[in-house]
Each structure stands twice: as structure tokens, then as C-alpha cells.
């Protein structure tokens, strides 16, 4: 077998671990665990660094269910925050989900982590609508109801450019960036009612559909459509 093209294994525990996300996210199950499904505990090393790329929407079963997450969970995603924090020259998107996986253990289950001060957002104001797409992707984990920061003041400002940043992941076949965008354009109002976000979620999750990680934006966007249309 050739082995050219196998996946690292911190993809393969980042594919694995997303997985689980869409699935507890699918079931609504309040006593599972998505780390412990993924086989992944707080002494597995890859399994942490896959947790940090997936970063604060390891709780987002529970954050859009409503429930308390797993113990295990919790603890996982705190060994993720303590070993693997910004570099100092760290850009500004990984600085952002730093504090994002930060806040998500704040706000879901109080814990009084430390070191959740909101980063900067200016980088934000002024960036092209192309390159504004593209940081708020990267930034999806951060589109949840009920939380605000001054990334999604910006993104509240700018959804024109960021529908505008979907046609254009769609048409290049980006389907992790337009799943990622959509999850944005489902969290905020002022969307054109033209875009046809509901088809074009569709769409691109049937076109992304070999990674998980587009069906976990694609499933976030319609269970929070699903909550503001009640």
C-alpha cells in the first residue's frame, strides 16, 4: 500500500474527533462524550493537539443542546488550553481561538479559567471582504448564540461581505470555508434573502461531505437557524 498519501495521525485524530462533534450534535445526547468516543483521553498528546484544532466546538453539543458537557470533555479541553497556548508570534486567528476555547469553558461550565481577556480586533476592520471571509472561517468555532465579542460585532457589521465570501468559497469549491462562513451567516441578521443560505448549506455539504469538519459547520448553522426560527 502506498503510504504517500496516508494522513498524519493529527489529521487522522482531528477527522475522528470531528466526527464525533456532528454526531453528538445529530443526537442531542447529553451523557455522551465526544472525546471518549474519539478514543481520546488527557494523557494522548495527539488526541490534545486535535482538540486544539478543533477548539472551542468540542462543547458545542452542549452549548446548542442546552445541556451540561462531559466531565471528560471538560477536562480534555483544558489540558488542550494549558498545553498548547499562543506562540508570541502566533497570528491573530490562533489568538482568537485561544480565547475562544477559553470563554467556551468559562461560559459553559463557570470554571474561572484565567487569561480570557479579549484580544484585539482591529486586524478585522479593514481587511478586504475576500480576506475578511477567510479569517472568519478559520474563526467559525466562535459563531455560537448568546456569545459576543468584538469578532462577531465585526462580522455583524459585514454581512454583506461575508455572503458576498460564500458564493465566492462555493464557486471555488472551498467547502470548508464556505461551510465555515455559512455557520457565521446563520448566526447574524441582515443576511439577503437572495443568497438562498438554506440550498447553499445543502449544497456544500453534499459537495464537502468527505470531511467532517464541513458537516459540523453545516449542522451548527441549521440547529442555530433552527433556534432563532422559534
Not at 467556551?104 to 471571509?133: I, K, V
Not at 470548508?176 to 447574524?188: N, Y
Amino acid at each position: 500500500m502506498d503510504q504517500s498519501h496516508a494522513p498524519s495521525p493529527l489529521a487522522g485524530a482531528v477527522h475522528d474527533l470531528a466526527t464525533e462533534v456532528v454526531l453528538a450534535l445529530r443526537s442531542g445526547d447529553h451523557l455522551a462524550t465526544v472525546c471518549g468516543a474519539a478514543g481520546i483521553d488527557e494523557d494522548d498528546r495527539t488526541g490534545i493537539a486535535a482538540v486544539r484544532v478543533i477548539g472551542a466546538d468540542l462543547l458545542l453539543p452542549s452549548v446548542l443542546h442546552g445541556h451540561h458537557p462531559h466531565p471528560g470533555d471538560l477536562a480534555v479541553l483544558h489540558r488542550a488550553v494549558r498545553e498548547f497556548p499562543p506562540k508570541p508570534d502566533a497570528s491573530d486567528a490562533a489568538v482568537w481561538s485561544h480565547w475562544g476555547m477559553l470563554s467556551a469553558l468559562n461560559r459553559t461550565a463557570r470554571t474561572g479559567e484565567p487569561g480570557a481577556g479579549e484580544p484585539d480586533a482591529a486586524w478585522l476592520e479593514g481587511a478586504p471582504w475576500q480576506a475578511f471571509t477567510h479569517q472568519l472561517s478559520v474563526l467559525a468555532p466562535l459563531a455560537v448564540p448568546a456569545a459576543s465579542s468584538a469578532v462577531h460585532r465585526a462580522a455583524a457589521h459585514r454581512v454583506v461581505d461575508l455572503s458576498r465570501g460564500f458564493v465566492r468559497a462555493v464557486r471555488r469549491r472551498n467547502w470548508l470555508q464556505a461551510a465555515g462562513t455559512g455557520r457565521w451567516l446563520a448566526a447574524l441578521e441582515g443576511r439577503p434573502d437572495s443568497l438562498g443560505l438554506e440550498r447553499g448549506l445543502d449544497f456544500v455539504e453534499l459537495m464537502g461531505g468527505t470531511d467532517p469538519r464541513v458537516a459540523l459547520h453545516v449542522r451548527a448553522a441549521r440547529l442555530m437557524a433552527e433556534g432563532r426560527a422559534r
